[in-house]
């Protein structure tokens, strides 16, 4: 009985972790119908970034807004300069996002090295909490779930109660309408697309003190958080809620259950899930 | 001049292993078995407008059959390499429904399923021995020929991707390829004219899997060994990049961006360690300033010099035809 406990607890802590990933790529897709490949490249140098940060100045929360931070100048370089010019061209566009990735991950490689790093927690996250119940559970991956829901109830605040989040939200749904209301698109993309990225590069930091940061990593998380967002549908940001937490939920179950086929476990259900619904659980027609 | 291409390409294919060295030969046979990989993947993105990112789970799972069938159970050539082509073809059948979703959908799925496949040949250690491996795959033997040397498998390896090259030739000029190019252009017209936009992509997905399958087969007894890194990502991606750098919608251009990309990594592995980043720096400038690939630059030069210069704009239209623009036009809005 315990162990199912702590196997929800493993599921809801990776979720939120995918979720803070997730939730970037798809308001960037819904918004600019740019789909961002190299968002786990976002998510790995920016977990670097932070590691580098903690070591020198000791700070974690320095750290994790350094990685965020770094990032936004990043993907605004990379929009600017690269994928603005790919716009309504998605074969050309994912061509390209890869590239971005491809580059990024050797500079990190090149930087870092290949020896899997991890970033270590800070003082106040260190050890076990005991939770009712009698259940001792890593403070870490704890605090990591408090953490995913603040991130959560804030950009679901910003979403639905802020002029901004209308704007965007208008813009999911028509972008011509809003570009012709007299509202410049592209500097919204570009501050949503900013936004993403500082989310993906917090995960990163986030994710590195439990997932270790590797080459190759950049493309085991953009797996799960592509699930996530199939899943949960597109452009749409509470899909990507209800995503993260199956899709955390299912690996963990997955690895406990059936390890040699976890991956299976979760890109599986997947695949039938699209050939029911081919937009995902709440999407819209691409 | 694609004739003269084909000619001088055929007589430098056959005379290669007459000159080269085995370092090279072995170079040759790689981008051979690569570019047909892309001449498969380029089916469906050249031809039929949607982008698979998960071909190399087709090449890989041919591979590992084809490995396991003859290292492991000594099955012999024929048994092993029909048993990897069916796996591919099988599975096809199995992820050919993904075909139902169309744009984005379809990339991220099949980003998902070619990720299965990779996950698999990682994790179910038992069968297919992880992350290292199956190893000690034979020399094929057919007909009790041993093709134990390169420069011999190097012919066999060039038989079969001709004779694929053939097929695929009749394939994309029957009116079954035609239907395809039709779909690329506009699933709904293509619908209201009735045909069965379903079923063309369908079997589309399956025969390029199908050739995927045959590149992996080949692969297996190439390499005599078969790891997880057949199916990346990496391998996926690359084999649609390969496909666009030489020139989408061509049955040359697969085998020419191949030979490129090997070339590259061949060449500068040996001096720098940056090829990772060189690739992605391929990526990107094959999309932005390339993206009719090398074929479609050479047939604007060649367009420019007999219009006596100055068509630049007549010559971009009688490139090869754009499968970017397409896949975007070719979903009106509802």
């Known amino acids: ?286 | 001049m694609t004739r003269v291409a084909v000619g001088i390409a055929a007589g430098l294919a056959l005379a290669a292993p007459l000159v080269l060295d085995t370092f090279w030969i072995s170079l040759v046979t790689q981008m051979l078995i690569f570019g047909l990989l892309a001449l498969g993947v380029d089916l469906l993105t050249g031809h039929t407008g949607i982008l698979p990112m998960g071909h190399a789970g087709f090449f890989a799972v041919a591979a590992y059959a084809t490995a396991i069938l003859d290292a492991r159970h000594g099955q012999g050539f024929w048994l092993s390499a029909g048993g990897g082509v069916l796996a591919a073809l099988l599975l096809a059948v199995v992820f050919g429904f993904s075909v139902r979703t169309g744009g984005v959908y379809f990339i991220l799925l099949t980003l998902a399923l070619g990720h299965i496949v990779w996950g698999v040949a990682m994790r179910w250690t038992t069968f297919t021995g992880g992350e290292n491996g199956v190893s000690n795959v034979p020399p094929p033997v057919i007909a009790g020929v041993r093709f134990a040397e390169l420069s011999r498998y190097y012919y066999l390896v060039l038989g079969v991707v001709i004779a694929c090259a053939l097929g695929y030739r009749v394939l994309v000029r029957s009116p079954f390829g035609l239907a395809l190019r039709g779909i690329r252009e506009s699933e709904m017209r293509m619908r209201g004219l009735g045909y069965h936009v379903f079923a063309h992509k369908y079997c589309a997905f399956v025969l390029s899997a199908f050739l995927a399958g045959v590149a992996g087969v080949l692969y297996a007894y190439w390499n005599r060994f078969v790891s997880p890194a057949a199916a990346t990502f990496h391998a996926s991606a690359e084999a649609v990049l390969v496909g666009i750098l030489g020139g989408s919608g061509t049955i040359l251009g697969p085998f020419v961006g191949a030979a490129i990309i090997l070339g590259i990594r061949n060449w500068l592995s040996g001096y720098v360690g940056w090829w990772t980043a060189i690739m992605g720096g391929v990526f990107i400038v094959t999309v932005l300033w390339a993206p009719h690939g090398l074929i479609g630059l050479l047939r604007q030069a060649s367009a420019q010099v007999t219009a006596g210069g100055g068509a630049l704009t007549t010559a971009g239209d009688r490139a090869v035809p754009d499968a970017h623009e397409s896949s975007a036009a070719g979903k009106p809005r509802p």
């Open chain 1, 1 to 286: 009985m315990d162990a199912v406990v702590l196997q929800a607890l493993n599921g809801v802590s990776m979720g939120a972790l995918l979720f803070l990933l997730a939730s970037g790529f798809t308001l960037t897709f819904g918004l600019g119908r740019v789909v961002n490949l190299a968002h786990g490249a976002f998510y790995l140098l920016g977990g670097y970034v932070g590691l580098t940060v903690l070591r020198t100045t000791g700070h974690f929360w320095l750290a994790l807004f350094g990685g965020g931070a770094v990032i936004i100048i990043v993907s605004w370089v990379c929009d600017r300069y690269l994928i603005r010019r790919t716009r309504d061209n998605v074969l050309g566009q994912v061509l390209l996002t890869v590239g971005i990735a491809y580059v990024l991950a050797d500079v990190c490689l090149a930087v870092w090295g290949g020896n899997p790093l991890r970033l270590p927690p800070p003082e106040f996250a260190r050890g076990p909490i005991d939770l009712p119940g009698g259940i001792v559970y890593p403070r870490y991956r704890f605090l990591l779930i408090i953490f995913g829901l603040i991130v959560a109830g804030v950009l679901w605040l910003l979403y639905t109660r802020t002029q901004l989040g209308a704007l965007v939200r208008a813009g999911v749904d028509d972008r011509e309408m809003v570009d012709a209301l007299g509202i410049d698109v592209d500097r919204l993309f570009a501050l949503v697309f900013g936004l993403a990225a500082f989310l993906a590069g917090v995960s990163g930091v986030a994710g590195g003190a439990f997932l270790t940061l590797y080459p190759g990593a950049e493309w085991d998380i953009l797996a799960y958080a592509l699930v996530v967002v199939i899943v949960g549908g597109l452009g749409s940001l509470g899909g990507a809620m209800i995503g993260s937490l199956i899709v955390g939920l299912v690996d963990a179950y997955g690895r406990w259950l059936l390890p040699e086929f976890s991956y299976f476990m979760v890109f599986g259900p997947m695949a039938l899930l699209l050939l029911v619904r081919p937009t995902g659980l709440f999407g819209r027609e691409s």
